[in-house]
């Protein structure tokens, strides 16, 4: 079952606002994975982060590695449209063996103009 | 380079029957696996697939099974299906050769929707 706390569970924004939710668990992971599924498609992976503390951007879009390596937080800035879909988070614990990641139960985003 | 695929798109069964569902890893990559995502619910891991052998295994029954081909194309097969085996079926595989030692992101294919009646 699952095992990452993922919030919040949906959130209604208007186009140009900022948009954050944060993944946590119990236990420490080696990797924080964060995906956006569209209707009908697989998870596209958007960010990965390997490092406690790390910070990493790829354009409007900021993930980080908590340093307790037990939490990891997505941060939307100037949201568009396009944003709209079911963001996940992903990990690899520490204590799973290789290749078995859990994923968080999503954050549903829409976008309003 | 072609990303993951997966057929059937869509799969409609009743109770009782068996399903199989195929997965093509992108090319170069020996690594598959697969997961289960319910109607919202997250993505749960059912089966990992490596050089031909099971490798992991999530928290699912028996009737789960699968294989990999000499081609690392993969298998999922699915016996005496229930209703709530009703999912999309996701298959994986592991991104780019970085040199990194955790390289633990997963790619994914568009999903087999399975409706069981």
């Known amino acids: 079952g699952q095992q990452l706390n993922q919030s919040p569970q949906s959130m209604f924004i208007q186009e140009g606002e900022d948009v954050s939710m944060n993944c946590t668990s119990s236990?420490?992971?080696?990797?924080w994975l964060w995906y956006k599924q569209d209707p009908g498609e697989g998870p596209v992976l958007l960010i990965a982060l390997y490092k406690a503390g790390e910070l990493t951007s790829n354009g409007r879009l900021t993930a980080q590695f908590g340093i307790t390596r037990k939490d990891s937080f997505l941060n939307i800035s100037a949201s568009i449209p396009s944003d709209v879909g079911i963001y996940f988070c992903?990990?690899?614990?520490?204590?799973?063996?290789?290749?078995?990641?859990?994923f968080g139960a999503g954050t549903q985003v829409v976008v309003t103009p | 380079e072609a990303g993951v695929t997966q057929s059937p798109t869509h799969l409609i069964k009743t109770r009782g029957q068996q399903a199989t569902l195929r997965c093509s890893p992108i090319s170069g990559h020996t690594s598959v696996y697969w997961y289960q995502q319910a109607l919202g619910l997250g993505l749960q891991f059912l089966l990992w697939?490596?050089?031909?052998?099971?490798?992991n295994r999530g928290n699912f029954p028996p009737r789960f099974s699968g294989r990999q081909f000499p081609n690392y194309s993969s298998e999922l097969n699915v016996n005496a299906l229930e209703l709530e085996d009703s999912a999309l079926y996701l298959c994986?595989?592991?991104?780019?050769?970085?040199?990194?030692?955790?390289?633990?992101?997963?790619?994914f294919g568009p999903g087999t929707r399975l409706t069981v009646l």
């Open positions: 994986a595989t592991p991104g780019p050769r970085t040199g990194r030692l955790d390289e633990d992101t997963q790619y």
């Open positions: 697939y490596d050089e031909g052998e099971e490798r």
């Open positions: 992903a990990g690899q614990p520490s204590t799973d063996s290789w290749g078995k990641l859990q």
């Open positions: 236990s420490i992971f080696n990797t």
